[in-house]
């Protein structure tokens, strides 16, 4: 039986579709080589490697896309901006006005990770993770999808019980750019008593619900057809206003069925039962959470991709996880989340799907053959760096074998 990866909503098969055979060298790490007439079409991404392990699985995923690119008569220019602390460092901001500018001007954009203890004690519009915010508000990316899946390949590095996670494929439908994270009011005062409060405001306006709902809808529509819709509607007004929005717009989609979970039970039934769940559609503050709680379903952080997409305009890719800076530099990293990040950009950003099954099924072909970086390696299996990984998914990539359980 094929294995396959849902990153993409609706199941990717891995058998290649072959393309005529291509003018490139053999040699396996080849990323220059082109396709037998040429490049058919021609894409500018922008790289934003960051902080941390950022470069390190940045520069692994630039060279799976140009040799994917290459076999399958595309072209890409890539430009490589400063962000996070690497920005702050050059130029004295997370998020310089010159790569906000390069992102918009692209095709996609694909972020490695940002972030680390260097910066921890600025001020707060000085922090690394201020720049994330502001491209996502800059790029108008309000719909972040994370799928949590657990490959057969991997299902013994989960810290769950082989009968909980076996099959577990969830699709997690983040709001990115209201919420908590972004509401006003917001700072800091000292009241009455002459203490000190800090206060953030959780709003969601009317539009904001409606449009992440529509994507949560079309989400569920081309996976198994079902939605559940986390919040906290026993206790907070904009989850109120949440849950209504969301059960209007589904007598658009009759087709989906729609459920309801508060926050606190759906993260209970994450480790509990997570096969309950197909589609997920939550705020910024909860998605933020349950995504990451999902992602550890799947044995590791490291795994996990992610898509930010908006109305128009180019989307934003990047891993779930963070910078890791305690093994920045060490070739310790998984590229393996950026690179089916990147897989996620050719899909969802510039509508190449044959490109992006390239690289889904190179991925699960690496994992049949036993390799594994520290974070997701078990007895029997070879341990290797993130350069090594990296070099493994590009034989993939070439050879186009047949991934298979």
């Not at 080589?33 to 950022?54: M, V």
Request: glycine letters at 8%.
């Amino acid at each position: 039986m094929a294995a396959s990866l849902r990153i993409n909503c609706k199941p990717v098969s891995t058998a290649f579709r072959v393309n005529p055979a291509s003018k490139c060298s053999r040699r396996p790490f080849s990323v220059s080589c082109a396709a037998a007439n040429g490049p058919q079409k021609r894409y500018s991404i922008t790289l934003l490697p960051g902080d941390g392990i950022g470069p390190e699985v940045i520069s692994v995923a630039k060279d799976v896309l140009k040799l994917t690119g290459s076999l399958e008569g595309i072209e890409f220019n890539f430009q490589e901006m400063p962000m996070g602390g690497s920005a702050l460092d050059l130029v004295g901001v997370p998020l310089p006005d010159e790569t906000l500018a390069a992102a918009k001007n692209s095709d996609a954009v694909l972020l490695g990770a940002i972030g680390g203890y260097k910066w921890d004690n600025n001020a707060k519009h000085l922090k690394p993770e201020t720049g994330l915010l502001q491209i996502r508000e800059g790029l108008k990316v309000f719909a972040n999808l994370r799928p949590a899946t657990v490959l057969p390949q991997l299902v013994e590095a989960s810290t769950l019980k082989r009968e909980v996670a076996e099959g577990v494929d969830v699709m997690v439908v983040r709001e990115l750019t209201g919420g908590i994270y972004f509401g006003k009011p917001r700072g800091f005062r000292t009241d009455e008593n002459g203490e000190e409060v800090g206060f953030n405001t959780e709003v969601y306006a009317a539009y904001e619900i409606d449009r992440i709902a529509r994507v949560a809808f079309e989400t569920a529509r081309k996976r198994q057809g079902r939605l559940c819709s986390v919040d906290k509607a026993n206790v907070l007004e904009a989850s109120m206003l949440w849950r209504r929005r969301v059960t209007a717009i589904a007598e658009e989609y009759p087709d989906v069925e729609l459920s309801h979970m508060y926050v606190d039970n759906a993260a209970m039934q994450l480790v509990r039962n997570p096969k309950q769940f197909d589609t997920i559609v939550t705020n910024n503050i909860f998605g933020d959470i349950l995504s990451d709680e999902a992602s550890m379903i799947t044995g590791s952080i490291g795994m996990l991709p992610s898509a930010s997409l908006g109305s128009s305009g180019p989307g934003l890719f990047e891993p779930i996880h963070g910078s890791a800076p305690d093994i920045a530099g060490q070739d310790k990293a998984n590229p393996l989340a950026t690179i089916l990040s990147a897989a996620m950009l050719l899909k969802y950003g510039l509508e190449e799907e044959d490109a992006a099954r390239r690289i889904e099924n190179a991925v699960l072909d690496t994992l049949n053959k036993g390799l594994r970086t520290g974070d997701i390696y078990s007895t029997g299996t070879k341990l290797v760096g993130c350069k090594e990984m990296g070099e493994a998914v590009l034989r993939s990539v070439d050879s186009q074998v047949h991934a298979a359980v």
